[in-house]
Nanobody, 118 residues
Framework: QVQLVESGGGLVQPGGSLRLSCAAS????????VSWYRQAPGKERELVAR????????NYADSVKGRFTISRDNAKATVYLQMNSLKPEDTAVYYC???????????WGQGTQVTVSS
């Protein structure tokens, strides 16, 4: 059974930091590109950051460049999202995604809430 389990969300003040984690099981993790998406109330889900299978290439949404960093540890089958200088507009449910390197097979986590508020 494939599982992606996110953790690390919560309430943080503007300017603060959080680190999200997503632990995968049931898949050969290194065969999957990994991404973080987010969805704010009333908005569509959007791509935040993506890392390739090796973790040596990544891309980011313009809104988070320079503030967020995606990384992965294939030995631990875990992907991380370090979020710094958080803004109220970063408030959303954050989802982990793993996409197989061939075809359209992909898996999603259940999401973790991030709220940025004073």
């Amino acid at each position: 059974q494939v599982q992606l389990v996110e953790s690390g969300g919560g309430l943080v003040q503007p300017g603060g930091s959080l680190r999200l984690s997503c632990a995968a099981s049931g898949i050969t993790f290194s065969s999957y590109a990994v991404s973080w998406y987010r969805q704010a109330p009333g908005k569509e889900r959007e791509l935040v950051a993506r890392a390739n299978r090796a973790g040596d290439a990544s891309n980011y949404a313009d809104s988070v460049k320079g503030r967020f960093t995606i990384s992965r540890d294939n030995a631990k089958a875990t992907v991380y999202l370090q979020m710094n200088s958080l803004k109220p507009e970063d408030t959303a449910v954050y989802y982990c995604n793993a996409q197989f390197f061939v075809g359209r097979l992909q898996y999603w986590g259940q999401g973790t809430q991030v709220t940025v508020s004073s």
